[in-house]
């Protein structure tokens, strides 16, 4: 099966640094990967589509210039929460499409940020 | 817009069978996945069914109804591993999965 790779799984930061997540897939290729964020006990929440050599897609409500996304390679994916803040603190999990198909999401592991 | 409708939580007795529902409201819908997540991991995919029907995989099955807009995930011979949440995620094409809200299952002893 496909393997998304993600780096950190923990970061624990003072507020106002940056903090970048990476999100590599490992044996495929990924045109598209999606960047999540997840507060305790609570569903997966789209914040952004990344796409390969292009802008990404941001959902209603997500800060475009603080949630950084950079995909330039078909096999990795960036994230970088500027200036972070105590709120920014949640799980940021990153996923792709596998190639075979588009029904089925492979996840990485997760990046865990606190902000203190 | 989207939205998929799940319980929050569920308990069951090891060994047993226990069913979690999920009713969906989308815009060109085209399957229904489901996904499992323990406390502190990243979700892994179960299963995917684009199709009226049920589909088995091991102790897993599911099934879809779409003219009822309705699935479900059923677990057998529960094990306290099982113990996770438990996510229906509706597929629209291109689109990204939408997901519901997690059934939470706690299996005990």
């Known amino acids: 099966g496909a393997v998304v790779s993600q780096h950190p799984s923990r970061v624990i930061c003072k507020s106002g640094t940056s903090v970048k997540i990476e999100c590599r897939s490992l044996?495929?290729?990924?045109?598209?990967m999606f960047w999540y964020r997840q507060f305790p006990k609570q569903s997966l929440m789209l914040m952004a589509t990344?796409?390969?050599?292009?802008?990404?897609?941001?959902e209603q409500g997500v800060e475009k210039d603080k949630f950084l996304i950079n995909h330039a390679s078909l096999t990795l994916s960036t994230l970088t929460v500027t200036s972070a803040h105590p709120e920014d603190s949640s799980f940021y999990i990153c996923?792709?499409?596998?190639?075979?198909?588009?029904?089925?999401?492979?996840f990485g592991s997760g990046t865990q940020l606190s902000v203190l | 817009g989207q939205s998929l409708e799940q319980p929050s939580e569920v308990t069951a007795v090891e060994g047993a069978i226990v069913q979690i529902n999920c009713t969906y409201q989308t815009s060109g819908f085209y399957g229904l996945s489901w996904y499992q997540q323990h406390d502190g991991g990243a979700p892994t995919f179960l299963s995917y069914?684009?199709?009226?029907g049920l589909e088995e995989t091991g102790r897993f099955s599911s099934f879809l109804s779409r003219s009822d807009s309705y699935g479900y995930l059923l677990l057998q011979e529960l094990q306290m591993k099982d113990s996770a949440s438990y996510f229906c995620?509706?597929?629209?094409?291109?689109?990204?999965?939408?997901f519901g809200k997690g059934t939470r299952l706690s299996v005990i002893a």
């Open positions: 990344s796409n390969e050599g292009s802008k990404a897609t941001y």
């Open positions: 069914n684009a199709l009226d």
């Open positions: 995620a509706a597929f629209s094409g291109n689109t990204p999965l939408v």
């Open positions: 044996d495929f290729q990924a045109t598209t």
């Open positions: 996923s792709a499409l596998g190639d075979r198909g588009n029904e089925k999401l492979f």
